[in-house]
């Protein structure tokens, strides 16, 4: 049961252009959601989070917007880098839950 | 600072051999936790510790143990190797005593198994 899913394997996008990573939950205890980014021969690196009581955070390029009706949030990069090219995974975790729960990640690709 | 360290980064077995992969960190975080990563199916709990001599079990901990001696170190050992163990493991680590939050991962053991 995937609680947790990224539907789009991969996605290909030209620099200084948006880039739209989704991700939908089944669980709705789920109360916390972060993205994780990953480059070859390295471990994942936190990126940003959101929790369940907000509907948008920003970091700079970084945008994660919640949508808890649809169960779906997603992450905006603007504009994005060829540096930015690496797998992204969504994660989400329940009130004084254990663990995360990870998607499959999505690869992206920036061309210059 | 190190940050979390892993051993071997690359480890070929026979099916039936035994070995653990050794996870560390430095930055004095309660939890710890070994994930696994496969193709198509994300980073997957295995087994995780809230402290020194606390243990429980993930998502996928059949093959596997673990124990915590020390609040730095989190060893998984393979028992018995079997071909579905080939994977890449990452083991993470996090400042909160649930690993929920922000966790901190290590540059991962690609482990191959014949």
């Known amino acids: 049961d995937q609680q947790v899913k990224q539907n789009s394997p991969s996605l290909s996008v030209q620099e200084g252009r948006i880039s739209i990573l989704n991700c939908d939950y089944t669980?709705?205890?789920?109360?916390?959601f972060l993205w994780y980014k990953k480059y070859p021969a390295e471990g994942p690196t936190f990126l940003i989070s959101?929790?369940?009581?907000?509907d948008k955070n920003e970091d700079g390029r970084f945008t994660v917007f919640l949508n808890k009706s649809a169960k779906h949030l997603s992450l905006h990069i603007v504009p994005s880098q060829p540096g930015d090219s690496a797998v992204y995974f969504c994660a989400a975790s329940a009130p004084s839950g254990s663990r995360l729960t990870f998607g499959e990640g999505t690869q992206l690709t920036v061309n210059p | 600072n190190a940050g979390v360290t892993q051993t071997p980064k690359f480890q070929v077995l026979k099916t039936g051999q035994s070995m653990t992969l050794q996870c560390a960190q430095d930055m004095n975080h309660e939890y710890m936790s070994w994930y696994r990563q496969d193709p198509g199916m994300g980073l997957r709990l295995i087994h995780y510790?809230?402290?020194?001599?606390?243990?429980d079990q993930g998502e996928v901990p059949n093959g596997y143990n673990v124990s915590r001696s020390t609040t730095e170190d989190f060893p998984l050992r393979l028992l018995s190797a079997a071909p579905s163990q080939t994977s890449v493991y990452f083991c993470?680590?996090?400042?909160?005593?649930?690993?929920?939050?922000?966790?901190?991962f290590g540059e991962g053991s690609r482990l191959t198994v014949l």
């Open positions: 510790s809230v402290g020194a001599g606390i243990t």
């Open positions: 669980n709705s205890m789920f109360d916390y």
């Open positions: 993470a680590s996090s400042p909160l005593r649930r690993g929920s939050g922000e966790l901190f």
């Open positions: 959101i929790s369940s009581i907000k």
